[in-house]
Nanobody, 115 residues
Framework: QVQLVESGGGLVQAGGSLRLSCAAS????????MGWYRQAPGNQRELVAR???????NYADSVKGRFTISRAIAKNTVYLQMNSLKPEDTAVYYC?????????WGQGTQVTVSS
């Protein structure tokens, strides 16, 4: 199993930046993939960004060029740097870990972008 704890959410004006952190309870290099998802009220949870154990990344089209996923293996932490934020980025952001035993989720952190 993997426990995940997110931090870094908050309220920011449009055009601003935030960095989310996800601390894992085990070595993230041994985790097949980690990602950030978000869910806005009334919407389904959607993938924002994902990074595999080999370092391959992929992004939702809506965030390409604005968001960057990265990791600090020594700290067992994955980050999501969010720049040029838009009101439509407002959502609860969840960290995810993909393992052969299943998917694991953090508790979520709220990101609110005001216009």
């Amino acid at each position: 199993q993997v426990q995940l704890v997110e931090s870094g959410g908050g309220l920011v004006q449009a055009g601003g930046s935030l960095r989310l952190s996800c601390a894992a309870s085990r070595n993230i290099f041994s985790i097949a993939a980690m990602g950030w998802y978000r869910q806005a009220p009334g919407n389904q949870r959607e993938l924002v960004a994902r990074i595999t154990s080999g370092g391959t990344t992929n992004y939702a089209d809506s965030v390409k060029g604005r968001f960057t996923i990265s990791r600090a293996i020594a700290k067992n932490t994955v980050y999501l740097q969010m720049n040029s934020l838009k009101p439509e980025d407002t959502a609860v952001y969840y960290c995810n870990a993909e393992q052969g035993t299943g998917n694991y989720w953090g508790q979520g952190t709220q990101v609110t972008v005001s216009s």
